[in-house]
T-cell receptor, first 117, second 110 residues
């Protein structure tokens, strides 16, 4: 069975500092993908970053980077230079091997990030 | 290019009433999904579709039915609403990499 665990229900960070949101996963699929989504208070799900299990480099998208440690089964999200607009709920999600999982995502419980001015 | 749209955005039902949530996507994606999000939890998959005319059960399918008569539309039905179905419902469609979400429907069952 596949599982995503986010152990930090809530986090605080000072504006302009970096913050790491933790995500660990469990899967027996040899090929899988890891995602991070942002959900602001308005409720929409915003795609942030994707990491494939066979990707050699850690994914980066602007101020977001994914610290992928395959042996530890962790896929932490790093936000650099935090901004007030980063205050939101963040979800880690996993998709197993495409052919067997048809693109379904398994979500963690989320981490609420609050950025302090 | 509207992406994924959902109708309605809000709805209040009484126990036992029925309703249909409509999801539409204009990205020509084969795969579509319905999730629900309850307070303090991540999204859980209700049903999904891998193409026009196909549907399959997800993690929490009980009390829901779906149909995919047209590739661009994915309907979620509640035949007899229960208070436990009070939730926010998200539709999504998927390319090979990214899953695109609609804005959500907030449903309250009294």
């Amino acid at each position: 069975a596949q599982k995503i665990t986010q152990t930090q229900p809530g986090m605080f960070v000072q504006e302009k500092e970096a913050v790491t949101l933790d995500c660990t996963y469990d899967t027996s699929d040899p090929s899988y993908g890891l995602f991070w989504y942002k959900q602001p208070s308005s409720g929409e799900m915003i795609f942030l970053i994707y990491q494939g299990s066979y990707d050699q480099q850690n994914a980066t998208e602007g101020r977001y980077s994914l610290n992928f440690q395959k042996a530890r089964k962790s896929a932490n999200l790093v936000i650099s230079a935090s901004q007030l607009g980063d205050s939101a709920m963040y979800f880690c999600a996993m998709r197993g091997r495409w052919s067997s999982n048809t693109g379904k995502l398994i979500f963690g419980q989320g981490t609420t990030l609050q950025v302090k001015p | 290019n509207a992406g994924v749209t959902q109708t309605p955005k809000f709805r209040v039902l009484k126990t036992g009433q029925s309703m249909t949530l409509l999801c539409a996507q204009d990205m020509n994606h084969e795969y579509m999904y319905w999730y629900r999000q309850d307070p303090g939890m991540g999204l859980r998959l209700i049903h999904y579709s891998v193409g026009e005319g196909t549907t399959a059960k997800g993690e929490v399918p009980d009390g829901y039915n779906v149909s995919r008569l047209k590739k661009q539309n994915f309907l979620l039905g509640l035949e007899s609403a229960a208070p436990s179905q009070t939730s926010v419902y998200f539709c999504a469609s998927s390319s090979l990499v990214e899953q695109f979400f609609g804005p959500g429907t907030r449903l309250t069952v009294l």
